[in-house]
């Protein structure tokens, strides 16, 4: 069972928007920020989104991060076939002295 | 270009030990804390550990599945780090990806990945 919870999958069509969101406690996600990776089929991890809603330089504006509380969601507006992947949620946790991950959400493009 | 590439991954029996490298390049590497995650095949990311920069004291901290039996280290002449794996356990079977930490506003992030080593555990 990951620290960071996070719903298995999710779909949508090709231009729509789907939001991944992800739940922790006070001692990761209430206490520190939210980074996201997106994982395409075979590749290593990659940063989507760092310090809750900040975005590497050349990401998409398509993805918006935001953070309330314990919980973090992860927006990816006008969906392409390439936004395949699965994406994490990532935060320090206090209490363990070390990082949380989301189990992870696989996105499929119908 | 900042590349990190693992290599050491393998086969090994239940109870062995094997010892990962990564090769970093491409930036300053003494002043980066590193970090090691893992993800068993068709499971989630799991962070194994990380040793800090030795401005910083060069600790490590490891996760509570692999506290004792794994031990990072770095060796910043050769721009090297490395996770050494003892009394492996099946459920230890993972690729094996080599992180570098950033820091923004005193928060940290993983910025670079290597392409992943496969350690496999299995009689």
Same mark, same amino acid.
């Given at each position: 069972?990951?620290?960071?919870? @996070?719903? /298995?999958?999710?779909?949508?069509?090709?231009?729509?928007?789907? &939001?991944?969101?992800?739940?922790?406690?006070?001692?990761?996600?209430? +206490?520190?920020?939210?980074?996201?990776? @997106?994982?395409?089929?075979? &590749?290593?991890?990659?940063?989507?989104?760092?310090? *809750?809603?900040?975005? /590497?330089?050349?990401?998409?504006?398509?993805?918006?991060?935001?953070?309330?509380?314990?919980?973090?969601?992860?927006?990816?507006?006008?969906? @392409?076939?390439?936004?395949?992947?699965?994406?994490?949620?990532?935060?320090?946790?206090?209490?363990? *002295?070390?990082?949380?991950? +989301?189990?992870?959400?696989?996105?499929?493009?119908? | 270009?900042?590349?990190?590439?693992?290599?050491?991954?393998?086969?090994?029996?239940? =109870?062995?030990?094997?010892?990962?490298?990564?090769?970093?390049?491409?930036?300053?590497?003494?002043?980066?804390?590193?970090?090691?995650?893992?993800?068993?095949?068709?499971?989630?990311?799991?962070?194994?550990? $990380? #040793?800090?920069?030795?401005?910083? =004291?060069?600790?490590?901290?490891?996760?509570?599945?692999?506290?004792?039996?794994?031990? #990072?280290?770095?060796?910043?002449?050769?721009?090297?780090?490395?996770?050494?794996?003892?009394?492996?356990?099946?459920?230890?079977?993972?690729? %094996? %990806?080599?992180?570098? $930490?950033?820091?923004?506003?005193?928060?940290?992030?993983?910025? %670079?990945?290597?392409?992943?080593?496969?350690?496999?555990?299995?009689?």
């Amino acid at each position: 069972q990951s620290v960071l919870t @996070q719903s /298995p999958s999710t779909s949508g069509t090709p231009g729509q928007g789907v &939001t991944i969101s992800c739940s922790g406690s006070r001692s990761n996600i209430g +206490g520190s920020t939210v980074n996201w990776y @997106q994982q395409l089929p075979g &590749t290593a991890p990659k940063l989507l989104i760092y310090s *809750n809603n900040q975005r /590497p330089s050349g990401v998409p504006d398509r993805f918006s991060g935001s953070k309330s509380g314990t919980s973090a969601s992860l927006a990816i507006s006008g969906l @392409q076939s390439e936004d395949e992947a699965d994406y994490y949620c990532a935060a320090w946790d206090d209490s363990l *002295n070390g990082w949380v991950f +989301g189990g992870g959400t696989k996105l499929t493009v119908l | 270009e900042v590349q990190l590439v693992e290599s050491g991954g393998g086969l090994v029996k239940p =109870g062995g030990s094997l010892r990962l490298s990564c090769a970093a390049s491409g930036f300053t590497f003494s002043n980066a804390w590193m970090s090691w995650v893992r993800q068993a095949p068709g499971k989630g990311l799991e962070w194994v550990g $990380r #040793i800090k920069s030795n401005a910083d =004291g060069g600790t490590t901290d490891n996760a509570a599945p692999v506290k004792g039996r794994f031990t #990072i280290s770095r060796d910043d002449s050769k721009n090297m780090l490395y996770l050494q794996m003892n009394s492996l356990k099946t459920e230890d079977t993972a690729v %094996y %990806y080599c992180t570098r $930490r950033r820091a923004v506003a005193g928060k940290g992030l993983f910025d %670079y990945w290597g392409q992943g080593t496969l350690v496999t555990v299995s009689s």
